[in-house]
DNA sequence: CACAATGGATAAATCGATTTTTCACTATTG
DNA sequence: CAATAGTGAAAAATCGATTTATCCATTGTG
């Protein structure tokens, strides 16, 4: 088999060496760009690297210097657009500053998350960007915390005292979907999601409220929400409207939320946005071709991304000063879920054929 | 900031080894398991290790041994939530065996996935998953072979002469596809995708044709393929349509093709399934919340990890022999985009009501 | 009692680079 | 012409582990 053929170990710096007739430390100081080496020499080395197709061991390169070219990223998951996203931008970020970045998942849990850490702490990472699981103050960012860990702390998070901070401004958002939905005059809006943090989940809520109740004093917000996973989120969705609770509008503040309403509205047969309407937060791709297309909140993924590694290198080539705190904006896409209430066909109007696009 | 006054450097072997009054290769057998040391100073150890908090250098440690305990994973895109899933579970076999899984995306570029490879060769990773943008023979698997590296091949793969390979059954699930269609009665069947690799989208199209044909020799079957990306394949399906023709199922080997079939639909204001059926290859989980459900074949995400890791290891293990090329059987998920032509409003039939689930 | 065998541990070599120190040699200056 | 300054490169130390070779002290055996 070519297979074990080709397994001859590599060319080291000194094989390239006595093949240039130099020390080894005269072909690092080449391949560094050191100038202080003779060019008739320097060009022997360069000659010597391409023949022999030798390139530099990162893990032994790493081993040497003070800090090692590596970043770590944790998210929560990898299935959805959103982190998925995130590390494709975070990873072609880090390859620009030729740093290699691990990336892991969380799967949703605190224990895994610190465990994660732990593990990049021991491989000696320059920084770490981390999405929390739940928020800035869990055990993750305390263990960065106590071992002086470099990092960035992502989405689910508003500020913290020790490490800077990028997210969505997910209340400005939270406002705007307040106003294209009491501006289209809905009087009873359920808000469902996680009480991921409470700080973040409040934020979202008050923005939400605030707006909503400036405009109309009159509307009313129910707020679902459950502590730790989506499954009891949809028992009490599907409780409330049981009950015969009746809102004409459903602002989701998570994907997998915007999931369980359009099935919880499958359940009960109600069509959107003729019975009633829906706006979540995130996007997905698929969100734009069902019928109705859903209004979503699209968060800035690769702004977000690019001011994380900016303020992460920032930290690691050692800027000192107190921890930032940034928001990034999003967009809300107004589509086809959101109408006005008592326009369905329960009320004489609406009609279930969508018009062709333009 | 704590951030900088915790930066101390982490203890050493020989730290370790000085505070429990041994050598450093006495702390290495002990943390390694060796037998051979007095009970005596391996308590020593043990509690020296305790009280400094000291854990071993990955990447010290993989310097001097043969085999580092790090593999790489590329995949085409992490956005999709079959890649997702993909490196999450590779991750978690990674970990499982004490080795580091470095992911990188190669965003569907040939020449990417090949750099991406090359840097992964530089860090000496014991093995590599590489899910190829294109297929089996592309320049990354011949940077393999000649650079003998060990790997396995999946998903876009049938098989290989040198690497051992893991894909999806997706003959056997478009034979199934094309018995779920001719059954309802569906005599014009368009089948749309990339012509990602010649043999295994012609495996699909065959194994569908092939039942398709025998089950109703005047089934007419047209394929509308795209070599590069979705969008002509977006504009050959609209043209195809603008011409009349007026297939009554469509079968989207992609799920982005799936997204297009969708949105032309849209485009022309069919509905689904009463104007034209539709299924997908490749689940999501937005495919069943949605009006109608989508239809779609679901491929088996565990095992193919499953069996890529465990013959990865395998072969990192020294295993020699012929490379094996592995199917794994997907699963057929029949949903409501599934219909029989002519039952459609058109010809009198169906209802766009939908039943509330059971 | 001498010598070999064995258990247990340490010293030293190694992995592949980088960085610091040392050194040889040339050029300048008093 | 001797002392000094300056160049460029080699030698050596280092990073933090693992592994091999070496060594010492017992114990066992003839």
């Given at each position: 088999m070519a297979q074990h053929e080709a397994q001859q170990r590599r060319p080291s710096i000194h094989d390239v060496a006595s093949h240039a007739g130099v020390s080894a430390a005269t072909v690092s100081k080449v391949l560094a760009g050191v100038t202080t080496v003779k060019p008739e020499n320097a060009q022997r080395v360069i000659d010597a690297v391409e023949l022999l197709g030798y390139r530099v061991d990162p893990l032994a390169s790493d081993m040497r210097r003070a800090k090692r070219r590596i970043v770590g990223a944790i998210m929560p998951e990898f299935e959805s657009e959103f982190f998925g996203q995130m590390v494709t931008e975070l990873e072609g970020l880090a390859e620009q500053r030729g740093y290699t970045l691990v990336a892991a998942s969380s799967r949703e849990s605190e224990a895994r998350e610190k465990e994660i850490l732990a593990r990049m702490h021991d491989w000696r990472v320059a920084g770490v960007v981390l999405a929390p699981v739940r928020?800035?103050?869990?055990?993750?960012?305390?263990?960065?915390?106590?071992?002086?860990?470099?990092?960035?702390?992502?989405?689910?998070?508003?500020?913290?005292?020790?490490?800077?901070?990028?997210?969505?401004?997910?209340?400005?958002?939270?406002?705007?979907?307040?106003?294209?939905?009491?501006?289209?005059?809905?009087?009873h809006i359920v808000i469902i999601g996680l009480a991921e943090g409470a700080a973040t989940v409040r934020a979202r809520l008050d923005g939400f409220r605030a707006q909503a109740l400036a405009l109309d004093p009159s509307v009313r917000i129910d707020v679902i929400t459950s502590e730790v996973s989506v499954e009891p989120l949809r028992t009490s969705l599907r409780d409330y409207f049981a009950k015969g609770e009746r809102p004409t509008a459903v602002y989701s503040l998570l994907l997998k939320g915007t999931l369980v309403a359009l099935s919880e509205f499958r359940r009960r047969g109600w069509h959107c946005p003729d019975d009633i309407s829906l706006v979540g937060f995130d996007d997905a791709e698929w969100m734009q071709v069902t019928w109705p297309a859903i209004a979503a909140v699209v968060q800035p993924v690769r702004r977000i991304a690019g001011e994380a590694m900016s303020l992460l290198f920032r930290r690691i080539d050692g800027a000192e000063g107190p921890p930032t705190a940034r928001l990034e904006p999003c967009q809300v896409l107004m589509r086809e879920s959101v109408g006005s209430p008592g326009s369905g066909p329960h009320s004489g109007g609406g009609d279930r054929q969508q018009p062709p696009l333009s």
């Open positions: 928020n800035e103050h869990g055990p993750a960012a305390d263990f960065m915390k106590t071992n002086g860990m470099t990092g960035v702390l992502i989405d689910r998070v508003l500020s913290d005292d020790a490490f800077d901070t990028v997210s969505a401004d997910s209340v400005a958002a939270s406002a705007e979907v307040a106003k294209m939905l009491v501006g289209r005059g809905h009087k």
